[in-house]
């Protein structure tokens, strides 16, 4: 269907507590990725999944950070307990096939998470 | 560790010049694309590109996977190509998409 949605556009929330951030990609889409962007900064990898499955978690910044994925559609990623360095631009990207060939990667708007 | 690396990190540039910006990588690569995020934060993929050269219009990029490298060609520059230009690299030993910190282009009228 439509591009890659990622809700809320924006999040303002305090100190110590948990958000979480929303990814539908485009239909028919195996692959999908987070990426956090600090202000004027590159890409961070936090964690893909191919399908339900996330086969490496290493990217995700802390403990207090936690992805999942079902139905092979839609994804969540929730932090608990924030921190003001949490604050960034969170971004959702999917891709027919993670790895496989002619399969770029379409990005969502993000959503603009700050920490106060 | 791996690297990804682009230069120049900046470039400002009069309406109407050809540009082209390059994108290092330190280990053998998947694939490889190039992405342009605008003042607005939005990314566009522009190429999909692991070898060799591809054009889509004033756009061109050509990659040499045995040298490392990947350029992207922008000519007859316009306002609207201002933004940041990301590559990005599925590594081969590392099941990861990695981004470069990105060239800031800025095209002035």
């Known amino acids: 269907g439509a591009g890659v949605s990622q809700s809320p556009s924006n999040k303002v929330t305090e100190k110590g507590k948990d958000v979480e951030l929303r990814c539908d990609p485009i239909?028919?889409?195996?692959?999908l990725y987070w990426y956090r962007q600090s202000l004027g900064q590159g890409l961070e990898f936090l964690i893909y999944f191919q399908g339900n499955s996330a086969p490496d978690k290493s990217g995700l910044p802390s403990d207090r950070f936690s992805a999942e994925r079902t139905g092979g559609s839609v994804s969540t990623l929730t932090i608990q307990r924030t921190q003001q360095e949490d604050s960034a631009v969170y971004l959702c990207?999917?891709?027919?096939?993670?790895?496989?060939?002619?399969?770029?990667?379409?990005f969502g708007n993000g959503t603009r998470l700050t920490v106060t | 560790g791996i690297q990804v690396e682009q230069s120049p990190p900046d470039l400002i540039l009069q309406e109407g010049a050809n540009s082209t910006l390059r994108c290092n990588f330190s280990d053998s690569v998947n694939n490889l694309q190039w992405f342009h995020q605008n003042p607005w934060g939005q990314l566009i993929n522009l190429f999909y590109i692991p070898s060799g050269t591809k054009q889509n219009g004033r756009l061109s990029a050509t990659t040499v996977a045995t040298e490392r490298y990947s350029l992207l060609y922008i000519s007859s520059s316009q306002t609207t190509d201002s933004g940041v230009y990301f590559c990005?690299?599925?590594?081969?030993?590392?099941?990861?998409?990695?981004f470069g910190k990105g060239t800031r282009l800025h095209i002035l009228p």
């Open positions: 990005a690299v599925d590594l081969l030993r590392d099941d990861k998409i990695i």
């Open positions: 239909s028919g889409h195996t692959a």
């Open positions: 990207a999917s891709s027919l096939v993670h790895g496989s060939y002619n399969s770029p990667l379409h």
